[in-house]
């Protein structure tokens, strides 16, 4: 038995200006970023927040649980003013020990992001895909946003576009934001963890809000499945039929007339011993 979460995404980045074109120095201000939600509320959060009363909690990731990321990098190819670039990072890795949060799981797991797909079509090299192992506290935007789904958003700030540079990282808060420059209500979001992605693909110099295939466009997906209990399949032991036969992979040799096996060769006197590779099977 498992059960699922996904996070849900704020994505800081500016439109693309309507009707005109973007000035080649200004390119990478339109590399977008998403920052990807891996934090539930906290059932038993009560009063001011602390750390030991967060309003959030990061996902924990039992062991065996599988997580899926799906993370594609795109941009289309429109003439011959720009040209492709797609890269994938759609794998299913299954926890090895139980993680208390996403982060942990990147970490323990060794996640490489540099080991996705690059389209064989692509008409530009490769980005770099860099991981920051730190996870990044404050600051953040406090603004109201549809994308939240209660009280006012705190989305992290983007950081600096690297032309080329695929940029992975988690940004977090774990302390009681009050008194520390920041607003009273983002109290509410201590403990909120996010992934942050920022492209490294800049748009075309001619891309407007009319023409979004030559935009830089980042989507993500993280799943988790977590594991909750321990499934043991016991069988009951019963003598073999010997009208069933079963292949193998295994071959033995005939030599001077004997049969050859792996516990005890044939001689005159004695069977051949062979100790099958094969025992119970499950379909399910």
């Given at each position: ?246 292949e193998g992979s295994d071959s033995y040799p005939i030599t001077n007339g004997f049969h050859m096996g792996n516990a005890g060769n044939q001689t005159a006197t004695d069977s051949a011993i062979i100790n099958s590779s094969l025992f119970n099977c499950f379909s399910f």
């Open positions: 038995p498992n059960s699922f979460l996904g996070g849900s995404t704020v994505t800081n980045s500016s439109d693309v200006p309507n009707s005109q074109g973007i000035l080649p120095s200004n390119r990478p201000n339109y590399m977008p970023t998403v920052n990807y939600l891996c934090s539930i509320p906290n059932p038993n959060f009560s009063g001011t927040p602390s750390l030991t009363n967060l309003p959030f909690l990061p996902w924990t990731i039992p062991s065996n649980s599988r997580v899926v990321f799906d993370i594609v990098f795109r941009r289309e190819r429109r003439g011959n003013s720009c040209d492709q670039y797609i890269y994938r990072f759609q794998k299913e890795i299954t926890a090895s020990e139980d993680y208390s949060s996403l982060y942990d799981f990147v970490i323990g797991q060794n996640v490489n992001f540099d080991s996705g797909e690059n389209d064989p079509n692509n008409g530009e090299g490769p980005n770099q895909n860099i991981f920051d192992p730190n996870i990044v506290q404050l600051p953040f935007n406090i603004s109201t946003s549809p994308d939240m789904p209660q009280g006012p958003a705190a989305s992290p700030l983007a950081p600096a576009p690297i032309v080329g540079t695929n940029q992975y990282g988690f940004v977090g808060s774990d302390v009681d934001w009050t008194g520390s420059g920041g607003s009273s209500s983002a109290d509410y979001y201590a403990g909120k963890q996010f992934l942050q992605i920022r492209s490294g693909m800049q748009p075309c110099d001619s891309a407007t809000i009319f023409n979004k295939p030559r935009q830089s466009i980042l989507s993500v997906s993280v799943r988790v499945f977590t594991s909750e209990n321990l499934l043991i399949f016991e069988t009951i032991p019963v003598e073999s039929d010997a009208n069933i036969y079963y």
